[in-house]
């Protein structure tokens, strides 16, 4: 009896310090995020501006550790926005939108399990960026790169992803990549003088969820509270005088029921060889435990984020937008042009100059001089005369066109880039050409961001389905002659995560100049036989770099076509059935798989982790 009572001690006692370290460890990380907030908040405060400068809100400015509205002095005082940053961050998008290199995948060495292994991670990166839709990801990510300067992508694993299989009454999901873009209000680094992810310790991603959210995906019931968010608000009025309009603005606004989820990822050292992840949602611990991702270099355990930057600034981890050199300019801008239509608001109505008592000025204030209206002045009184405001000076126009020079030579984006006019008397087609490379100059820097993000998300991608992959997958690809491909693989199956690109400069290639590239090479015989004739496999690809998707998929279907053999009854040809039965083999395969990583208790044992695809991810015990 005595023995049993001393064990019921020992477990409270165990109770008890658990609890009292994880309150612990949860203050040490709000007071851990609260300082990082506070060193955070000068760029956050930028990222404001450029944000209210990009949607129309352009009287505002920073001013001690919030920003504040410009209001007018006077009522006749005009409050326009002329705005030129919005069509340089669009050109920009434009130009940028092109950046999409096809990744393929460099072989361990030239022995031919190798080379086939590279091949087959190629197909991996292909299937998996159409699956994702991986582009349209990448342009999400450009907007805000663009208009704060930094953006992070968060590569995960999400296991309520994937094909679904039932066995025993049961629904499994075999997991599958989830990648999201991570806005950089979200993300908060160690130090903000770090060049790179690399150099940094640790790094935090806090959000606001519902406790609804917090619920389902973590299982924890925490209390929902009022959070401050960022939020796109239409309430800032503007306008001249008699008109108002209003523009939207970025602001802080108030969410009700919220709770602050804050994840702390710690790197590896040589006393925590596994890293640690930590993630307190309101004032709840939900987990603590090794970093779940095999993502770095070697299998090492990294960070799940990619950066990607607009533009690279020495000495700080936080990129540059180009709409932060532009914002003077604008403030100049709309100054001068505001100004210039004051002067002509007073011209065209005038300035009335009166003897003093000689009308009843009740009468005419307001409505002023309308036309019609019969003016009575007292008997004997000088008459009432127009002040003469003279003309527009021409300093504002000399002013104006001066500004609007100058926003093409800060931002990179020329006039010919921008409106696609081309300057007077330029008719030549290698002059056009090198004014075409000369303005893609500008981007490189930004493009090569774009590239090298592109490349590290792939590796993220490969890295991930070895880790987590361990039972057979199906997936299907577009195969080199358009037809579609059904393969599939595991994580053994992958030897290399060497990501590389085949194109080099995607800025300069536009639909023209690939079809003029394609035809010179058709004139130069580079793509037919020695008989002259183009290979079915060929013409597919030509149709495919001259943009007519539609026609070689058709090309590739009469081409599948001829090669079947007739069949009586209308039946397929033998390798469609091969092709269906080695499909129904592999997903048997992954049945059985799955049904004995079951059995054995979720893979052969594993712990939960969380991942910010609003799951768990689930880790192999080391």
């Given at each position: 009896?005595?023995?049993?009572?001393?064990?019921?001690?020992?477990?409270?006692?165990?109770?008890?310090?658990?609890?009292?370290?994880?309150?612990?460890?949860?203050?040490?990380?709000?007071?851990?995020?609260?300082?990082?907030?506070?060193?955070?908040?000068?760029?956050?405060?930028?990222?404001?501006?450029?944000?209210?400068?990009?949607?129309?809100?352009?009287?505002?400015?920073?001013?001690?550790?919030?920003?504040?509205?410009?209001?007018?002095?006077?009522?006749?005082?005009?409050?326009?926005?002329?705005?030129?940053?919005?069509?340089?961050?669009?050109?920009?998008?434009?130009?940028?939108?092109?950046?999409?290199?096809?990744?393929?995948?460099?072989?361990?060495?030239?022995?031919?399990?190798?080379?086939?292994?590279?091949?087959?991670?190629?197909?991996?990166?292909?299937?998996?960026?159409?699956?994702?839709?991986?582009?349209?990801?990448?342009?999400?990510?450009?907007m805000w790169s663009e208009a704060c300067g930094t953006v992070?992508?968060?590569?995960?694993?999400?296991?309520?992803?994937?094909?679904?299989?039932?066995?025993?009454?049961?629904?499994?999901?075999?997991?599958?990549?989830?990648?999201?873009?991570?806005?950089?209000?979200?993300?908060?680094?160690?130090?903000?003088?770090?060049?790179?992810?690399?150099?940094?310790?640790?790094?935090?991603?806090?959000?606001a969820y519902s406790s609804a959210e917090v619920k389902e995906?973590?299982?924890?019931?925490?209390?929902?509270?009022?959070?401050?968010?960022?939020?796109?608000?239409?309430?800032?009025?503007?306008?001249?005088?008699?008109?108002?309009?209003?523009?939207?603005?970025?602001?802080e606004q108030v969410k009700k029921d919220a709770v602050l989820?804050?994840?702390?990822?710690?790197?590896?050292?040589?006393?925590?060889?596994?890293?640690?992840?930590?993630?307190?949602?309101?004032?709840?611990?939900?987990?603590?435990?090794?970093?779940?991702?095999?993502?770095?270099?070697?299998?090492?355990?990294?960070?799940?984020?990619?950066?990607?930057?607009?533009?690279?600034?020495?000495?700080?981890?936080?990129?540059?937008?180009?709409?932060?050199?532009?914002?003077?300019?604008?403030?100049?801008?709309?100054?001068?042009?505001?100004?210039?239509?004051?002067?002509?608001?007073?011209?065209?109505?005038?300035?009335?100059?009166?003897?003093?008592?000689?009308?009843?000025?009740?009468?005419?204030?307001?409505?002023?001089?309308?036309?019609?209206?019969?003016?009575?002045?007292?008997?004997?009184?000088?008459?009432?005369?127009?002040?003469?405001?003279?003309?527009?000076?021409?300093?504002?126009?000399?002013?104006?066109?001066?500004?609007?020079?100058?926003?093409?030579?800060?931002?990179?984006?020329?006039?010919?880039?921008?409106?696609?006019?081309?300057?007077?008397?330029?008719?030549?087609?290698?002059?056009?050409?090198?004014?075409?490379?000369?303005?893609?100059?500008?981007?490189?820097?930004?493009?090569?961001?774009?590239?090298?993000?592109?490349?590290?998300?792939?590796?993220?991608?490969?890295?991930?389905?070895?880790?987590?992959?361990?039972?057979?997958?199906?997936?299907?690809?577009?195969?080199?002659?358009?037809?579609?491909?059904?393969?599939?693989?595991?994580?053994?199956?992958?030897?290399?995560?060497?990501?590389?690109?085949?194109?080099?400069?995607?800025?300069?290639?536009?639909?023209?100049?690939?079809?003029?590239?394609?035809?010179?090479?058709?004139?130069?015989?580079?793509?037919?036989?020695?008989?002259?004739?183009?290979?079915?496999?060929?013409?597919?690809?030509?149709?495919?770099?001259?943009?007519?998707?539609?026609?070689?998929?058709?090309?590739?279907?009469?081409?599948?076509?001829?090669?079947?053999?007739?069949?009586?009854?209308?039946?397929?040809?033998?390798?469609?059935?091969?092709?269906?039965?080695?499909?129904?083999?592999?997903?048997?395969?992954?049945?059985?798989?799955?049904?004995?990583?079951?059995?054995?208790?979720?893979?052969?044992?594993?712990?939960?982790?969380?991942?910010?695809?609003?799951?768990?991810?689930?880790?192999?015990?080391?």
């Amino acid at each position: 009896m005595k023995k049993k009572g001393n064990e019921k001690i020992g477990k409270e006692r165990e109770k008890s310090i658990a609890e009292r370290f994880a309150e612990e460890l949860v203050e040490e990380i709000k007071e851990d995020f609260k300082e990082r907030q506070q060193a955070r908040r000068p760029y956050e405060l930028s990222w404001q501006l450029n944000m209210n400068f990009l949607a129309g809100n352009q009287y505002c400015s920073v001013a001690g550790d919030s920003l504040v509205e410009d209001e007018k002095t006077f009522e006749w005082q005009e409050k326009q926005v002329f705005n030129h940053i919005a069509p340089v961050y669009e050109t920009r998008l434009a130009k940028l939108s092109r950046v999409r290199p096809k990744m393929t995948v460099r072989p361990f060495t030239d022995e031919d399990k190798d080379v086939n292994s590279a091949k087959l991670a190629k197909k991996i990166l292909e299937s998996c960026s159409e699956k994702l839709s991986v582009n349209g990801i990448i342009d999400k990510g450009t907007m805000w790169s663009e208009a704060c300067g930094t953006v992070f992508y968060k590569i995960v694993w999400d296991k309520e992803k994937g094909v679904k299989i039932k066995s025993d009454d049961k629904v499994y999901t075999c997991g599958d990549v989830s990648v999201s873009v991570v806005p950089p209000f979200e993300i908060y680094p160690d130090s903000s003088v770090c060049a790179d992810l690399d150099e940094c310790k640790s790094i935090i991603h806090a959000k606001a969820y519902s406790s609804a959210e917090v619920k389902e995906i973590w299982g924890a019931d925490v209390k929902g509270e009022e959070l401050k968010v960022f939020s796109l608000d239409g309430g800032v009025s503007m306008g001249g005088r008699s008109y108002n309009k209003t523009a939207p603005g970025v602001t802080e606004q108030v969410k009700k029921d919220a709770v602050l989820v804050i994840e702390r990822y710690t790197r590896p050292t040589k006393q925590n060889p596994d890293g640690e992840l930590t993630v307190v949602a309101g004032d709840v611990l939900v987990y603590s435990g090794p970093l779940p991702y095999r993502n770095g270099t070697d299998g090492e355990r990294d960070f799940p984020f990619v950066r990607q930057v607009s533009i690279l600034w020495a000495g700080c981890f936080w990129g540059v937008s180009m709409i932060e050199r532009l914002v003077p300019l604008q403030r100049a801008y709309n100054a001068v042009k505001c100004r210039k239509h004051e002067f002509l608001n007073r011209i065209s109505m005038g300035v009335l100059a009166v003897e003093d008592g000689s009308i009843d000025t009740d009468l005419v204030d307001g409505e002023w001089l309308t036309p019609g209206k019969v003016l009575v002045y007292r008997q004997g009184a000088n008459l009432p005369r127009l002040l003469s405001s003279g003309s527009v000076p021409d300093d504002f126009n000399l002013e104006e066109q001066r500004l609007l020079a100058e926003f093409l030579q800060v931002s990179g984006v020329s006039e010919f880039m921008r409106n696609s006019k081309t300057q007077t008397g330029l008719t030549s087609g290698v002059a056009l050409q090198l004014l075409i490379e000369q303005d893609d100059t500008r981007l490189a820097v930004s493009a090569e961001q774009i590239r090298g993000a592109i490349k590290t998300v792939g590796q993220h991608i490969l890295r991930l389905y070895k880790q987590f992959a361990t039972a057979a997958r199906l997936e299907k690809v577009v195969g080199d002659n358009g037809s579609i491909e059904v393969f599939y693989f595991s994580g053994s199956d992958i030897s290399s995560d060497d990501v590389v690109f085949e194109t080099e400069n995607d800025l300069n290639e536009t639909p023209a100049s690939r079809k003029s590239m394609v035809m010179d090479l058709l004139n130069a015989g580079l793509l037919s036989d020695e008989t002259g004739r183009v290979s079915p496999t060929n013409k597919v690809k030509i149709l495919e770099m001259m943009g007519n998707r539609a026609e070689s998929q058709s090309a590739a279907r009469e081409k599948s076509r001829a090669r079947k053999p007739a069949h009586d009854g209308g039946r397929r040809a033998p390798r469609y059935r091969q092709s269906r039965d080695s499909h129904r083999r592999a997903r048997a395969f992954c049945n059985q798989r799955t049904g004995r990583a079951d059995r054995q208790g979720n893979g052969g044992g594993g712990v939960k982790t969380h991942s910010a695809a609003q799951g768990y991810a689930f880790r192999p015990a080391a």
